[in-house]
């Protein structure tokens, strides 16, 4: 019987079972269904940056003083000091995915090619039971609690279901060199993701003269904001405030978020507009860029071609584009994990039958503790899925699992404050003295 099983090994998970290798009196093991960790694999492009700093690794922000950091890679990697002169917060993401090997090889309790097929309730033990499958058979595992860490799996819009199965840009690095030998690529979406395929497809001058459609529902290409103000919304006080509101105005206020963590890094934006400006000076720019432009159909022919219903959101006009290359950068959705329904009646949920996710990440309805990472957006605000406030979220399940604060939790980092206080008469003001 283990303290803990975390089931997923993504940075989430990864950042709780760094953390709780020096706490002696938790027995925790994770399970992973793939044979390696990896980070988003398929868009490892060369020049593609975090855009979280790098003090958002797995455990800084709980214990800067960990044998785990970022920095204690890149001092054991001899990187250090080149990392120190570039001058830059922000690491390669092929850097923190070698990052996250790194770790996952030096910890015990990881159990690669594990894949949970069920979860079970044993009432003699009141513990869970978690069945998997290893190349060795099935095992099964006992636990007093869970922490589900499975991640988000590729979105596809309706309008997008009628092309290739593996046209998400999750698997572009497979698929990029056939990808460069079409002659027009169309990218679907504005987010990160699909700016660094539009930058990859720009930037390869390989003497084809491929075209590139950009096509995003958006009315523009939104940049994502980063000023300092709003960066105090990625904080257990904006966490507090959000989870405290009705569901319905949570919902609605994520929904008009996406700026805040979907938009493209301001950097690249500019990145993008000089290689098209680069491109203008041969009269030949073949690439099309369509704003407020929806994809409301499609299809793939038996001759390899692409026809997409294009429906532009302000005119209603359709059109139909053909191409021979697509990738879809509609990026991740959560879903709850199928082996999950075998105690489906010992979870919370909400009325859209999603985890109903209390403040301190549990969804168990009486215990024993069920903990979610990265499947509260919907409750705790846009900051679920941010790599700085993993090691937040962490040290919150830490505390519940040994009831004391393992890592100091902080409460109220912001200047500003959410929600109307109570806000003193004047006259209890004080005087500033001259």
């Given amino acids: ?9 993504g940075p989430f998970n990864l950042g709780l079972a760094a953390l709780l290798e020096p706490v002696e009196d938790v027995d925790a093991v994770f399970l992973e269904a793939r044979d390696d960790v990896a980070w988003h694999p398929g868009m490892l492009l060369p020049d593609s940056r975090l855009q979280t700093p790098f003090m958002s690794d797995l455990v800084t922000m709980a214990d800067p003083t960990s044998r785990h950091s970022f920095l204690a890679f890149l001092k054991e990697t001899g990187r250090l000091y080149p990392f120190y002169i570039r001058e830059s917060f922000y690491p390669l993401r092929r850097e923190f995915d070698a990052y996250l090997r790194w770790v996952a090889n030096r910890l015990d309790g990881i159990r690669l090619s594990t894949r949970v097929t069920s979860v079970t309730f044993d009432e003699g033990s009141r513990g869970w039971v978690v069945a998997a499958t290893t190349p060795q058979g099935e095992q099964r595992y006992a636990a007093r609690s869970l922490v589900v860490g499975t991640g988000t799996t590729p979105y596809v819009p309706t309008g997008c279901a009628g092309l290739p199965a593996d046209a998400h840009n999750s698997t572009y690095l497979r698929r990029r060199e056939s990808l460069l030998d079409r002659r027009r690529v169309v990218v679907v979406g504005s987010g990160q993701s699909a700016a660094e395929v539009v930058r990859d497809l720009l930037t390869v ?31 257990p006080d904006y966490i507090d405030h959000v989870h405290g509101l009705p569901q319905s105005r949570r919902d609605a206020l994520v929904g008009s978020q996406a700026p805040l ?49 294009l429906r532009h959101n302000e005119t209603g006009e359709e059109r139909v584009l053909e191409a021979d290359g697509v990738v879809l950068g509609t990026g991740y959705r959560h879903e709850v994990p199928a082996f999950l329904a075998p105690v489906a009646d010992r979870i919370r949920w909400d009325e859209r039958g999603r985890f109903d996710v209390k403040r301190d990440y549990r969804v168990d309805v009486d215990g024993p503790p069920i903990w979610v990472q990265n499947a509260e957006l919907h409750t705790h605000g846009f900051a679920a899925p941010d790599l700085g406030m993993a090691a937040h979220r962490n040290s919150w399940i830490i505390r519940g699992l040994t009831g004391r604060e393992v890592y100091p939790i902080e ?9 109307l206080p109570e806000i003193p008469a004047l006259d209890a003001v004080e005087e500033v003295s001259a």
Wanted: aromatic share 8%.
């Fill in 1 to 9: 019987m283990h303290d803990v099983i975390g089931i997923g090994l």
């Fill in 411 to 419: 409460t109220r980092i912001a200047h500003q404050e959410f929600g």
């Fill in 205 to 235: 001058d390989d003497g084809r003269d491929r075209e590139v459609v950009w096509v995003t529902r958006s009315a523009r290409f939104f940049p994502l904001e980063l000023t300092k103000l709003t960066l105090e919304l990625t904080s």
């Fill in 261 to 309: 963590y979907k938009g493209i890094s301001a950097d690249l934006v500019d990145e993008i507009y000089e290689l098209l400006y680069a491109r203008g000076i041969d009269g030949r720019p073949r690439v099309r860029m369509l704003t407020g432009t929806e994809v409301v159909d499609s299809s793939t022919g038996a001759d390899g071609v692409h026809r997409m219903t």
